[in-house]
């Protein structure tokens, strides 16, 4: 028998599908809270920027914790989302992607804030002056001025929800083939004794790690005007 | 006939490398350019964003034509995006990721009211031309030297087909001739336009060269406000000869006044000077003398004594674009050509000849 033959690759294609959809979320939902936070004075602003780092900082079990609470089959939020999607939330894989999302989000909207707040306003006034509405002046200038920024996070939000652990194990469980992610599948290898797998999967996630951070050097060290 | 009214108070509190600081002025510019002209820090750039609505003043009104853009008392503010200001910045603003062109297309898509396709195509082909910049359409702002960058920024705005022009500094870091030929541009710009442009600089000559009006400002206000030559010519306090930098200025006092032959007479650092007839002053009035120092005409001093002539020592002499600057005690400076210069080389005292026509006094 071949190594291949005995090593189960789910895990890890769960994990690419489950950090690409978190990604596509965090991309979306975080550049615009970025966006707000970085270009908006509101009241509130402190404490909305204070909610969304609070993820960093607590530990996985109270986050997961808190989603099984939320989300849970009789909490209102777990009921909605079973009668629009027909299954529940908790333990399924689609339950990774959001822990995922809690994963990645606060690093990437922290960044991006930074990124768009760096974007010289005056390309934005005079965008105005000219008569473009906010919405275009995102779209057409100030977008485009940070896209080399934001697309290097991207990157970095991608390769940190692949790493996502203790907030996927409580909210989606270990569940072999459905939705055990390969950070999950380590810990799983590690517990039975597997010591063959766990070698074969803490190397494959770590290359992949080093080449996404490596791309995203790549992407920031480009010449300027190409990305543009 | 667009016109700008504006009355606009703006408080900044305290930063930490900046004292507090109060913007009030009242501002009415006409069709023309009209010079905001002031040391950094006066609160120039602060009324021209106020103006084109990126910053909301505390109190006031800005009106253009009649169209309100902003009213304190009614809560009223127009959003930038509405003014229709065609704003040119210090370092220009093109969109660094757009080529020329693409940046006026930008404006021309916004702008939209003059037609899409081959319309607009043909227009900005026109400008472009206009602007001599058909042949840099396609590149980068980063690719384009300053005077290019300038008149793209110029035409980008005209594509909208602004009510008001504010230039922000737009001659900062160019070499005399790019500024010369941005004058030419900025010149036909107001002729073909017809719309008011303010003008923020801290440049004498560029004022001298551009300027319908005159609105002298330093902190965040206006000193004086009229037109070039009344301003240049008729200083309304000390201060604002002073900071002109143009003019010899000297304690005096009012000595003789004759409204019939319209003159009058000085005394100044011991010296009797005649004047013009000083409407609105009493003899014994005490104030400043003044004169412009390009009025000045110096020669080497000689025993004759006569009126509107003194004798000082010179302090310093310098080569300056003119010729030669030559700095004399009491402040005073003259500034003579090359040729004038020869004859006076080695004098340590130098007469100086005021022309009665152009002695002008401040009332203390």
């Known amino acids: ?228 | 006939m667009n016109r700008i009214e504006a009355r606009l108070v703006k408080r900044l509190p305290a930063a930490q490398d900046s004292p507090a600081f109060e913007l009030n002025v009242h501002l009415e510019a006409q069709p023309g350019i009209t010079a905001l002209f002031g040391p950094s820090g006066s609160g120039k750039t602060l009324t021209l964003n106020c103006i084109a609505g990126f910053m909301r003043p505390d109190k006031g009104r800005i009106l253009v034509d009649d169209q309100i853009y902003f009213d304190a008392a009614a809560g009223v503010h127009v959003p930038p995006q509405q003014r229709r200001c065609g704003y040119i910045f210090q370092d220009h603003a093109l969109f660094p990721h757009m080529t020329v062109r693409d940046n006026l297309r930008f404006a021309a898509s916004v702008a939209g009211s003059k037609g899409r396709g081959l319309n607009q195509h043909r227009r900005l082909n026109e400008l472009l031309e206009t602007f001599e910049l058909s042949d840099l359409a396609g590149r980068k702002p980063e690719q384009l030297s300053g005077g290019q960058k300038q008149r793209a920024a110029l035409a980008r705005i005209l594509v909208t087909e602004p009510r008001i022009l504010l230039l922000d500094e737009p001659t900062r870091g160019l070499d005399a001739r790019l500024r010369e030929s941005f004058y030419a541009v900025l010149r036909k710009t107001r002729d073909r336009l017809q719309v008011p442009i303010l003008l923020v600089t801290h440049d004498l000559e560029e004022c001298f060269e551009l300027a319908d009006s005159v609105c002298v400002m330093e902190r965040g206000a206006f000193l004086q406000c009229g037109l070039r030559d009344s301003v240049f010519h008729k200083p309304a306090s000390l201060e604002i000869a002073r900071w002109l930098g143009i003019y010899n200025v000297a304690p005096a006092e009012i000595e003789a006044l004759d409204p019939g032959r319209n003159t009058s007479r000085l005394r100044m650092l011991g010296y009797e000077i005649d004047g013009p007839y000083l409407p609105g002053h009493l003899l014994g009035d005490r104030g400043y003398f003044c004169v412009r120092q390009s009025e000045v005409t110096v020669s080497a001093p000689d025993n004759g004594k006569s009126h509107n002539q003194l004798v000082l020592n010179v302090v310093d002499r310098n080569p300056c674009p003119r010729g030669i600057h030559i700095a004399f005690e009491h402040d005073f400076a003259a500034v003579v050509s090359e040729a004038e210069y020869q004859p006076l080389r080695g004098h340590e005292r130098l007469k100086l000849h005021i022309p009665a026509r152009a002695v002008y006094f401040i009332a203390k």
């Open chain 1, 1 to 228: 028998m071949n190594a291949s033959s005995t090593i189960d690759w789910f895990p890890l294609w769960l994990s690419l599908r489950v950090a690409s959809l978190a990604t596509v979320f965090v991309l979306t939902a975080g550049t615009f809270l970025a966006y707000v936070l970085s270009h908006k004075t509101f009241r509130g602003k402190n404490l909305l920027d204070a909610l969304i780092t609070l993820p960093l900082v607590l530990p996985p079990t109270v986050l997961g914790y808190y989603l099984l609470v939320l989300a849970g089959r009789v909490s209102p939020l777990g009921r909605l989302y079973e009668a629009v999607f027909g299954q529940p939330l908790v333990f399924t894989w689609q339950a990774a992607v959001v822990a995922a999302c809690l994963h990645s989000a606060p690093i990437y909207i922290k960044a991006a804030r930074a990124v768009l707040e760096a974007v010289d306003y005056r390309y934005e006034w005079a965008a105005h002056s000219l008569g473009a509405s906010e919405w275009r002046t995102f779209w057409r200038v100030t977008l485009p001025l940070a896209l080399r920024g934001l697309s290097s996070l991207a990157t970095l939000s991608f390769a940190r929800s692949l790493g996502d652990f203790g907030v996927t194990i409580m909210v989606a469980g270990n569940i072999p083939g459905r939705t055990q992610t390969l950070s999950v599948a380590i810990f799983d290898a590690v517990e039975s004794g597997n010591g063959r797998l766990a070698r074969v999967l803490v190397l494959v996630i770590s290359a992949v790690a080093l080449a996404l951070l490596w791309s995203a050097n790549l992407v920031t060290r480009a010449p300027r005007g190409s990305a543009a």
